[in-house]
């Protein structure tokens, strides 16, 4: 399609408009990181890096940072499982309910985070507080599971359907079981999917305030700890150097999942690397 000079414009401007809605906001904190004084106030007249050590020095920082990458982890790896296998089933069998599922699995990251921070925290009180089970680093992992696990199954389902699914049954002719089919047919697919997922549930986890708020007890991930402190004066020059840590961290997992989600799969189209059959043989 041949687009007019106007027309070329128009989407230019129209593109720099969104970056700007979306970024200036984050610039913004990002240049504060540097502000010399304690005060806010714009322009900034005096710039330093002076708050950069404070913040590293602050023990509560580094020890809500360690918690958040610690429940990320954790929710990123829950993810994985839940989210290949419900993927897996979907995309690979037919049975009754399966649209149900992928509805049930893609709902909770539509529900607002506050209904679902006040849902676990019930469960946790009412139901598992009699068995022994407090708020902590677990109940955390278990909150943010909850919505990393679309993330995962959106990625690894949409690898799936882009593959050839005759690979599975031929692999199955040719004598291999279920586990040497995941190893050498299907795993090979969908790995970088699975990574890009697991990127994206790592920063969707490591960002998580409100669900976090409801199933966190007295600990403090990176967020919350921004959150109790912002309203401290004294302390949002650090606040202000943390949060743009959390953007620095929060772009690279984020950057290499867009790359890996336009990564190269077994699909119809192209050839297939190596050979079925020597794959399952090569299995002692």
């Not at 709902?107 to 139901?127: N, R, S």
């Not at 920063?203 to 921004?226: H, N």
Request: glycine residues 8%.
């Amino acid at each position: 399609m041949v687009e007019s000079t106007l027309t070329r414009v128009l989407l230019r401007v129209g593109a720099g408009l969104t970056l700007a809605f979306i970024y200036v906001p984050l610039l913004v904190i990002g240049l504060y990181a540097f502000n010399q004084n304690v005060t806010q106030a714009w322009p900034i007249e005096n710039y330093s890096t002076k708050w950069f050590s404070v913040a590293f020095e602050n023990q509560g920082a580094r020890d809500a940072l360690w918690l958040s990458i610690l429940a990320a982890l954790g929710a990123t790896a829950i993810a994985l499982v839940l989210g290949t296998l419900a993927s897996m089933a979907v995309s690979r069998y037919r049975f009754f309910g399966r649209e149900v599922i992928t509805f049930a699995v893609i709902l909770p990251i539509a529900l607002p985070g506050i209904i679902t921070g006040l849902a676990l925290q019930a469960t946790i009180l009412d139901v598992l507080g009699p068995l022994g089970v407090s708020f902590g680093l677990s109940t955390i992992i278990v909150g943010h599971a909850t919505f990393c696990v679309v993330v995962v199954y959106n990625n690894v389902i949409a690898r799936m359907r882009r593959t050839v699914g005759s690979l599975d049954e031929a692999s199955a002719d040719l004598g291999a079981d279920n586990w040497q089919t995941f190893r050498f047919v299907m795993f090979p697919q969908m790995r970088t999917a699975l990574l890009a997922g697991a990127l994206l549930a790592f920063a969707l986890s490591f960002d998580e305030v409100v669900v976090t708020i409801f199933t966190s007890g007295a600990q403090q991930t990176l967020p919350i700890w921004i959150f109790a402190t912002v309203a401290r004066p004294a302390q949002l020059p650090i606040v202000n150097v943390v949060a743009l840590f959390v953007i620095l961290v929060s772009i690279i997992p984020v950057y290499f999942a867009q790359r890996l989600a336009g990564g190269t799969g077994l699909t119809s189209g192209r050839p297939v690397k190596g050979d079925v059959t020597a794959a399952v043989e090569a299995e002692p």
